[in-house]
């Protein structure tokens, strides 16, 4: 279900459906932490990237950073640094650090 959930909200994020994406990817992540990982679950690393995305899209970049900080840190402890998809999440962090550096007027979101 919260699979489900978690891709409902990116394809409304691809439809620039920016606030029902947030929160499918909010109801997906409240799934998840039901489930026996919690926290610590994959699936609610990859629904915080999609979640990230949705903040930056709106222009909350301390939120889309700080999302995206906790997906890094549950994949990088489940599969460790070389795995593809922490790998993806790593490059996307470096990139929204960098704009929040560049706009730190995006942070106060």
């Known amino acids: 279900m919260s699979i489900a959930c978690r891709e409902l909200g990116y394809c409304l994020y691809k439809q620039k459906e920016y606030e029902e994406s947030e929160a499918a990817c909010k109801e997906a992540l409240d799934i998840t932490e039901k489930l026996p990982l ?9 629904t915080l990237y999609k979640l990230s995305l949705c903040f930056e899209a709106t222009g909350r970049l301390r939120e889309a950073t700080s999302a995206l ?9 489940k599969y460790g640094s070389s795995h593809n998809e922490t790998l993806k999440m790593t490059r996307r962090l470096k ?8 706009n730190p007027q995006s942070s106060l979101n």
Not at 38 to 46: E, L, S, V, Y
Not at 95 to 102: A, D, F, I, N, T
Request: proline share 4%; hydrophobic share 25%.
């Open 38 to 46: 919690g926290r610590q679950d994959p699936d609610r690393a990859r």
């Open 69 to 77: 900080e906790e997906a890094t840190e549950i994949m990088e402890n």
């Open 95 to 102: 990139v929204l650090r960098k704009k929040l550096q560049s």
